[in-house]
């Protein structure tokens, strides 16, 4: 059996625990909005206070980045 991008990306979704306390955003954005977005997430929850980061990306084929941002919720 093969698998698409997609198949993947919905498996590893699946193994996440609902509770683990992180929010996450998902977007689908060309390559320099995508980060554009990701910057002005960063920097709009930092690091530091949220544990913020990039959880996932891939490319698509018509070449958008599909990307996942996660942030600690207890920092609100």
Same mark, same amino acid.
């Given at each position: 059996?093969?698998?698409? $991008? &997609? +198949?993947? %990306?919905?498996?590893? #979704? ?15 954005? $060309? &390559? +320099?909005? %995508?980060?554009?977005? #990701? ?38």
């Amino acid at each position: 059996m093969v698998f698409r $991008p &997609r +198949d993947l %990306a919905s498996r590893m #979704a699946g193994r996440r625990k609902p509770g683990d306390g992180y929010l996450r955003e998902t977007f689908t954005l $060309p &390559r +320099d909005q %995508a980060r554009a977005r #990701a910057r002005d997430f960063l920097t709009r929850y930092p690091k530091a206070a949220y544990m913020s980061s990039v959880e996932s990306w891939r490319e698509l084929p018509g070449g958008e980045i599909e990307f996942t941002m996660r942030r600690l919720a207890s920092a609100d």
